[in-house]
């Protein structure tokens, strides 16, 4: 039984299916700054495919109010943002995600963490301030998120480019073309024509998600299903306060925690917008399944309370998001994942009637960096050369400012 058996049937590929010349699938970062690159060099011919409402992928953020911003949205842009997904990078480690920030002409600013932190090394110990420490190399964060890396790109590709809400069910080839099935929230299904395929959703999901007909490799589809997805079997915890409290208490806002929920904490704060903490929760995906949200949510802030006062059993507004629980991200072989960025499998079919025809660029194929948002950035502009090399196309290099 494949995927398509629980499907309705699509739409018949004749007479005249839409044509292109590259299906991106997944718009995230990887798949947002492909189609850039793509666009700087000349090929207009692209779609990206996007199963969410909005793009984005894994990048993820709230509003002072908490609720989730459509990044790429008309007036979505804000500086006074919180990240549920990757929150930093780090530009003496990752150049060239740093020259995109600087390309793009984003504000960036070094992670807080002047002050004390707090630990609490047991489950019965009460907390600690103990002295801080500073990253090395040193973090930063983006104003507005990192979601203003999404929006900076999605703003610079060609009206019409990104189509959401079309998950992509199924992966055929077609005589000279690969035809991509994909379908709308209301059931509603196209099939495009296309040259090329570059996945910029992770391995494990395409294998998952997506009937291929004919079938990967086996030995490519097992390497893939085996590939952690990064963030899949984590949640966030965002408090936001109209002030960062702790900060006069003279603590960073870090914390450390072997009695939880949130095993690590850290200052969410904007400059010049509200102030934030959040947490990674280090309770299992397996065990969080069976626990509501509001009573995690009750087990945050008294956390906060312990760390940091009183004043932090009240915050203006708080959310989680589980990304195990999210099905554009995670699968149920991700509620047993250790979570660690996982090692990069070949990005596409060394031989057979994949080669040459589909090519795996989202974070979790980068050999550099895989699962970071550097990693996006790398495996898209390795995928995106690979193509214009084979196509004979006129590369750019990235632009910097």
Avoid: N
């Amino acid at each position: 039984m494949t995927i398509e058996d629980d499907l309705p049937p699509f739409p018949d590929a004749s007479p005249s299916p839409p044509r292109a010349r590259i299906a991106i699938v997944g718009a995230g970062l990887g798949g947002l700054y492909a189609a850039w690159r793509l666009q700087q060099s000349g090929v207009h011919g692209v779609v990206l495919l996007e199963a969410r409402d909005a793009p984005g992928g894994r990048i993820l953020c709230v509003d002072p109010a908490g609720r989730p911003v459509a990044l790429g949205a008309p007036g979505s842009a804000a500086a006074d943002r919180f990240d549920l997904g990757p929150t930093w990078y780090w530009p003496g480690m990752q150049p060239q995600l740093d020259a995109l920030v600087d390309t793009l002409g984003l504000q960036r600013f070094p992670q807080h963490e002047d002050g004390e932190m707090v630990v609490e090394r047991t489950p019965q110990a009460p907390p600690a301030r103990v002295r801080g420490y500073r990253s090395e190399p040193p973090s930063v964060r983006l104003v507005g998120g990192m979601g203003a890396l999404v929006e900076a790109l999605h703003h610079r590709l060609a009206p019409g480019r990104v189509l959401t809400g079309q998950a992509v069910r199924r992966l055929g080839i077609a005589s000279d073309a690969v035809e991509v099935h994909a379908m709308d929230g209301r059931g509603q299904g196209t099939v495009w024509r296309v040259d090329h395929v570059l996945c910029a959703v992770p391995p494990r999901l395409m294998v998952d998600r997506i009937d291929f007909a004919p079938a990967l490799p086996a030995a490519l589809a097992r390497r893939w299903r085996a590939t952690d997805t990064w963030m899949a079997p984590h949640a966030k915890y965002v408090a936001v306060y109209p002030a960062p409290f702790w900060r006069a208490q003279g603590l960073s806002g870090e914390a450390r925690s072997a009695r939880g929920p949130m095993a690590e904490v850290h200052d969410a704060s904007m400059p010049g917008g509200h102030a934030a903490l959040f947490g990674f929760l280090g309770v299992p995906a397996r065990v969080r399944q069976g626990v509501a949200e509001d009573v995690l949510r009750a087990h945050c802030r008294v956390q906060l309370g312990r760390l940091f006062g009183p004043e932090a059993l009240t915050p203006a507004a708080e959310v989680i998001k589980d990304w195990a629980a999210d099905p554009y991200t995670a699968t149920d072989a991700d509620l047993h994942g250790s979570g660690q960025h996982p090692e990069p499998p070949a990005s596409g079919a060394d031989d057979g009637p994949w080669h040459g025809r589909l090519t795996g660029i989202a974070s979790e194929w980068s050999p550099q960096f895989p699962g970071y948002l550097a990693g996006a950035v790398d495996a898209a502009e390795r995928g995106v050369q690979a193509w214009l090399r084979s196509a004979g196309t006129r590369r750019d290099p990235l632009p910097r400012s």
